[in-house]
């Protein structure tokens, strides 16, 4: 094993036993949402406002039907989908996603069995924000450095 991935390999493991008991409630952060009724350009456009890699699709009810990406909207672009074409034609319907109250380790394992680097968080059918690959870098890392600082 090179020492780059035993340091590796520690560094979760360290960050595994300290948030452990984090849910995914405590770290999400807000998802932008979008209608089912609207277009792929305006996906594109609430993805590049909305800074997220992750976009909610709700019906009027405001529950979730579906979730799109960077890539959905890459895929439709590349094969000359119209920019009116309904976002119906390009979201996921069968979403990855977890629960409030998931811990942060079912929550990577989600993400890595999944190879997906965003999901909603969701009770029910009502979606209440949303986990990130980069989100639980950044959360977990941070609060890992402060404790080795304290």
């Known amino acids: ?37 609207s277009t792929v350009k305006q996906a594109a456009s609430a993805l590049v406002q909305g800074s997220s ?7 009027p009810e405001s529950e979730l ?20 074409l309904p976002l119906e034609n390009v979201m996921t319907r069968e979403v990855i996603s977890a629960d409030p109250q998931d811990g942060i380790l079912d929550v ?3 993400l ?17 924000g949303m986990v990130s690959s980069d989100l639980l870098a ?4 941070l609060r890992l450095l402060q404790s080795q600082i304290s």
């Open 112 to 128: 890595e069995h999944h190879e997906i680097s965003a999901m909603p968080v969701v009770s029910g059918k009502a979606v209440l």
């Open 138 to 141: 950044r959360r977990s890392l």
């Open 65 to 84: 039907v579906g979730v799109v990406t960077g890539w959905d909207i890459t895929l439709a672009t590349s094969i000359g989908s119209p920019d009116n």
């Open 1 to 37: 094993m090179l020492p780059s991935e035993a340091a590796e390999r520690i560094s979760v493991r360290r960050i595994a036993a300290r948030e452990s008991d984090r849910k995914a409630a405590e770290i999400m952060e807000s998802i932008p949402t979008i209608p089912v009724e």
């Open 108 to 110: 990577i394992r989600k």
């Open 53 to 59: 890699p992750i976009l909610a699709v709700v019906n």
